[in-house]
Protein backbone atom coordinates (compact mmCIF):
# COMPACT_ATOMS: atom_id res chain seq x y z
CA UNK A 1 0.00 0.00 0.00
CA UNK A 2 1.25 3.67 -0.82
CA UNK A 3 1.85 5.31 2.34
CA UNK A 4 1.56 9.11 0.84
CA UNK A 5 -0.72 9.03 -1.69
CA UNK A 6 -0.87 12.60 -3.96
CA UNK A 7 -3.80 12.38 -5.78
CA UNK A 8 -3.41 15.23 -7.78
CA UNK A 9 -0.65 15.56 -10.34
CA UNK A 10 -1.39 19.15 -10.97
CA UNK A 11 -3.37 21.97 -10.11
CA UNK A 12 -3.57 25.55 -11.35
CA UNK A 13 -4.23 28.68 -9.66
CA UNK A 14 -4.54 32.24 -10.39
CA UNK A 15 -1.95 34.74 -8.86
CA UNK A 16 -2.77 36.05 -5.23
CA UNK A 17 -5.59 32.96 -5.07
CA UNK A 18 -5.28 30.53 -2.26
CA UNK A 19 -4.99 26.79 -3.44
CA UNK A 20 -4.61 23.52 -1.40
CA UNK A 21 -2.25 20.79 -1.95
CA UNK A 22 -4.11 17.41 -1.03
CA UNK A 23 -2.06 14.54 0.76
CA UNK A 24 -2.92 11.35 2.75
CA UNK A 25 -0.91 8.94 4.34
CA UNK A 26 -1.07 5.52 5.71
CA UNK A 27 0.63 4.41 8.88
CA UNK A 28 -0.36 2.39 12.18
CA UNK A 29 2.79 4.24 13.78
CA UNK A 30 1.52 6.75 16.75
CA UNK A 31 4.55 8.87 15.93
CA UNK A 32 5.43 10.15 13.08
CA UNK A 33 5.93 13.47 11.31
CA UNK A 34 5.03 15.16 7.77
CA UNK A 35 6.37 16.69 5.50
CA UNK A 36 6.06 19.20 2.46
CA UNK A 37 8.91 20.21 0.13
CA UNK A 38 8.93 21.92 -2.85
CA UNK A 39 10.90 21.66 -5.74
CA UNK A 40 10.90 23.97 -8.51
CA UNK A 41 12.48 23.38 -12.21
CA UNK A 42 15.90 23.78 -10.87
CA UNK A 43 15.35 20.90 -9.37
CA UNK A 44 16.23 21.47 -5.67
CA UNK A 45 14.60 20.12 -2.64
CA UNK A 46 13.63 23.18 -0.66
CA UNK A 47 11.70 22.20 2.90
CA UNK A 48 9.06 24.05 3.54
CA UNK A 49 6.61 22.79 6.51
CA UNK A 50 6.54 20.12 9.11
CA UNK A 51 3.75 18.82 11.24
CA UNK A 52 4.39 16.34 14.42
CA UNK A 53 1.40 13.43 14.74
CA UNK A 54 1.12 14.99 18.62
CA UNK A 55 0.96 18.49 17.47
CA UNK A 56 -2.81 19.80 18.62
CA UNK A 57 -2.18 22.85 16.40
CA UNK A 58 -1.57 23.45 12.90
CA UNK A 59 2.03 24.41 11.37
CA UNK A 60 2.13 27.78 10.10
CA UNK A 61 5.06 29.34 7.99
CA UNK A 62 4.37 32.15 6.68
CA UNK A 63 1.91 32.01 3.82
CA UNK A 64 1.86 28.50 4.18
CA UNK A 65 -0.26 26.12 6.41
CA UNK A 66 -1.01 22.32 7.03
CA UNK A 67 -3.97 21.74 7.09
CA UNK A 68 -3.90 18.60 9.36
CA UNK A 69 -6.80 15.63 10.06
CA UNK A 70 -5.63 13.38 12.21
CA UNK A 71 -8.73 11.01 11.76
CA UNK A 72 -8.79 11.27 8.08
CA UNK A 73 -4.92 11.11 7.74
CA UNK A 74 -4.88 14.30 5.76
CA UNK A 75 -2.22 16.85 5.74
CA UNK A 76 -3.40 19.35 3.09
CA UNK A 77 -0.84 22.04 1.87
CA UNK A 78 -2.53 25.23 1.77
CA UNK A 79 -0.53 28.06 -0.11
CA UNK A 80 -2.42 31.68 0.30
CA UNK A 81 -2.02 34.60 -2.08
CA UNK A 82 -0.11 32.48 -4.89
CA UNK A 83 3.08 34.06 -6.15
CA UNK A 84 4.10 33.27 -10.06
CA UNK A 85 7.46 31.90 -7.94
CA UNK A 86 5.52 29.18 -6.54
CA UNK A 87 4.85 27.29 -9.92
CA UNK A 88 7.05 24.59 -8.97
CA UNK A 89 6.18 20.10 -7.71
CA UNK A 90 5.15 20.00 -4.26
CA UNK A 91 6.43 16.42 -2.22
CA UNK A 92 4.66 15.35 0.81
CA UNK A 93 6.33 13.12 2.81
CA UNK A 94 6.58 11.24 5.90
CA UNK A 95 8.82 9.52 8.56
CA UNK A 96 7.85 6.83 11.20
CA UNK A 97 9.30 6.97 14.37
CA UNK A 98 9.05 3.45 15.61
CA UNK A 99 9.82 1.75 12.36
CA UNK A 100 13.21 2.66 13.51
CA UNK A 101 14.01 4.00 9.83
CA UNK A 102 14.90 7.58 9.99
CA UNK A 103 14.67 8.16 6.17
CA UNK A 104 11.22 9.61 4.31
CA UNK A 105 8.68 8.42 2.59
CA UNK A 106 7.71 10.43 -0.26
CA UNK A 107 4.91 11.12 -2.55
CA UNK A 108 4.27 11.39 -6.65
CA UNK A 109 4.25 15.23 -5.83
CA UNK A 110 2.06 17.57 -7.49
CA UNK A 111 2.83 19.70 -10.26
CA UNK A 112 1.77 23.43 -9.43
CA UNK A 113 1.36 26.30 -11.85
CA UNK A 114 0.28 29.65 -10.90
CA UNK A 115 -0.89 32.03 -13.77
CA UNK A 116 -0.86 35.72 -14.09
CA UNK B 1 27.82 27.17 4.03
CA UNK B 2 27.69 24.91 1.31
CA UNK B 3 25.30 22.39 3.30
CA UNK B 4 25.33 19.42 0.75
CA UNK B 5 27.63 19.08 -2.03
CA UNK B 6 27.16 16.06 -4.51
CA UNK B 7 29.35 15.29 -7.52
CA UNK B 8 29.26 15.15 -10.57
CA UNK B 9 26.08 17.02 -11.58
CA UNK B 10 25.85 14.88 -15.04
CA UNK B 11 27.32 11.93 -15.94
CA UNK B 12 26.57 9.63 -19.16
CA UNK B 13 27.64 6.09 -18.67
CA UNK B 14 27.55 3.36 -21.30
CA UNK B 15 25.74 -0.33 -19.84
CA UNK B 16 28.01 -2.06 -17.52
CA UNK B 17 30.14 0.83 -16.80
CA UNK B 18 30.91 1.66 -13.03
CA UNK B 19 30.81 4.67 -11.07
CA UNK B 20 30.52 6.72 -8.12
CA UNK B 21 28.82 9.67 -6.97
CA UNK B 22 30.25 11.50 -4.10
CA UNK B 23 28.45 13.29 -1.50
CA UNK B 24 29.82 15.94 1.77
CA UNK B 25 27.97 17.76 4.25
CA UNK B 26 29.02 20.54 6.27
CA UNK B 27 26.52 20.80 8.71
CA UNK B 28 27.35 18.31 11.51
CA UNK B 29 24.79 15.97 10.65
CA UNK B 30 24.05 12.80 11.90
CA UNK B 31 22.51 10.60 9.10
CA UNK B 32 22.79 10.64 5.36
CA UNK B 33 20.14 9.42 2.53
CA UNK B 34 20.51 8.58 -1.03
CA UNK B 35 17.32 8.97 -3.05
CA UNK B 36 16.75 8.61 -7.03
CA UNK B 37 14.15 10.58 -8.46
CA UNK B 38 11.96 9.32 -11.45
CA UNK B 39 9.26 10.82 -13.62
CA UNK B 40 6.08 10.19 -12.24
CA UNK B 41 7.50 8.49 -9.01
CA UNK B 42 8.37 10.96 -6.66
CA UNK B 43 11.96 10.40 -4.56
CA UNK B 44 12.46 6.73 -3.63
CA UNK B 45 15.12 5.46 -0.98
CA UNK B 46 17.79 3.45 -1.89
CA UNK B 47 20.37 3.42 0.97
CA UNK B 48 20.36 5.59 3.86
CA UNK B 49 23.50 5.83 7.07
CA UNK B 50 21.73 6.36 10.05
CA UNK B 51 25.43 7.58 11.61
CA UNK B 52 28.83 7.25 11.19
CA UNK B 53 29.65 3.37 10.67
CA UNK B 54 26.26 1.87 9.70
CA UNK B 55 24.34 1.59 6.35
CA UNK B 56 21.26 0.47 5.77
CA UNK B 57 18.59 -0.23 2.61
CA UNK B 58 16.05 1.84 1.41
CA UNK B 59 13.43 0.62 -1.13
CA UNK B 60 15.05 0.30 -4.02
CA UNK B 61 18.88 -1.12 -3.03
CA UNK B 62 19.58 -3.22 -6.14
CA UNK B 63 22.34 -2.54 -8.31
CA UNK B 64 23.81 -0.11 -5.93
CA UNK B 65 26.50 -0.29 -2.95
CA UNK B 66 27.30 2.81 0.08
CA UNK B 67 30.42 4.03 1.81
CA UNK B 68 29.94 6.15 4.64
CA UNK B 69 33.88 6.76 4.70
CA UNK B 70 33.34 9.56 7.75
CA UNK B 71 30.78 11.91 9.35
CA UNK B 72 31.31 13.87 6.30
CA UNK B 73 30.75 11.85 3.11
CA UNK B 74 28.58 9.54 2.16
CA UNK B 75 29.04 7.93 -1.43
CA UNK B 76 27.02 5.47 -4.13
CA UNK B 77 28.96 3.24 -6.49
CA UNK B 78 27.03 1.79 -9.02
CA UNK B 79 29.13 -1.47 -9.92
CA UNK B 80 27.54 -2.00 -13.45
CA UNK B 81 25.56 0.31 -14.91
CA UNK B 82 21.86 -0.52 -16.44
CA UNK B 83 19.51 2.04 -18.39
CA UNK B 84 17.07 1.38 -15.67
CA UNK B 85 19.49 3.54 -13.23
CA UNK B 86 19.07 6.41 -15.44
CA UNK B 87 17.63 8.96 -13.21
CA UNK B 88 18.41 11.95 -11.17
CA UNK B 89 20.17 10.99 -7.49
CA UNK B 90 20.26 13.36 -4.72
CA UNK B 91 22.07 13.38 -1.91
CA UNK B 92 20.39 14.39 1.56
CA UNK B 93 21.34 14.66 5.52
CA UNK B 94 20.21 15.44 8.28
CA UNK B 95 20.38 15.69 12.52
CA UNK B 96 19.69 12.73 14.83
CA UNK B 97 15.86 12.80 15.38
CA UNK B 98 14.87 13.43 18.68
CA UNK B 99 12.88 10.75 20.10
CA UNK B 100 9.59 11.92 19.74
CA UNK B 101 7.87 13.79 16.53
CA UNK B 102 7.40 17.04 18.10
CA UNK B 103 11.11 17.29 19.66
CA UNK B 104 12.12 18.17 16.03
CA UNK B 105 11.55 18.42 12.48
CA UNK B 106 14.26 15.70 11.32
CA UNK B 107 14.36 17.76 8.31
CA UNK B 108 16.65 16.59 5.42
CA UNK B 109 18.46 19.44 3.32
CA UNK B 110 19.08 17.48 0.10
CA UNK B 111 22.31 18.66 -2.28
CA UNK B 112 21.38 20.00 -6.22
CA UNK B 113 20.90 16.34 -7.82
CA UNK B 114 22.89 14.16 -10.07
CA UNK B 115 21.63 13.47 -13.47
CA UNK B 116 22.87 10.29 -14.16
CA UNK B 117 22.43 8.95 -18.04
CA UNK B 118 22.78 4.84 -19.02
CA UNK B 119 22.63 4.54 -22.39
Known amino acids: AQKITQTQPGMFVQEKEAVTLDCTYD???????LFWYKQPSSGEMIFLIY??????QNATEGRYSLNFQKARKSANLVISASQLGDSAMYFC?????????????FGSGTRLQVQP | NAGVTQTPKFQVLKTGQSMTLQCAQD?????MYWYRQDPGMGLRLIYY???????DKGEVPNGYNVSRLNKREFSLRLESAAPSQTSVYFC??????????????????FGAGSRLTVL
Open chain 1, 93 to 105: AMREWDTGRRALT
Open chain 2, 49 to 55: SASEGTT
Open chain 2, 92 to 109: ASSERAGRHPSSGANVLT
Open chain 1, 51 to 56: QGSYDQ
Open chain 1, 27 to 33: TSDPSYG
Open chain 2, 27 to 31: MNHNS
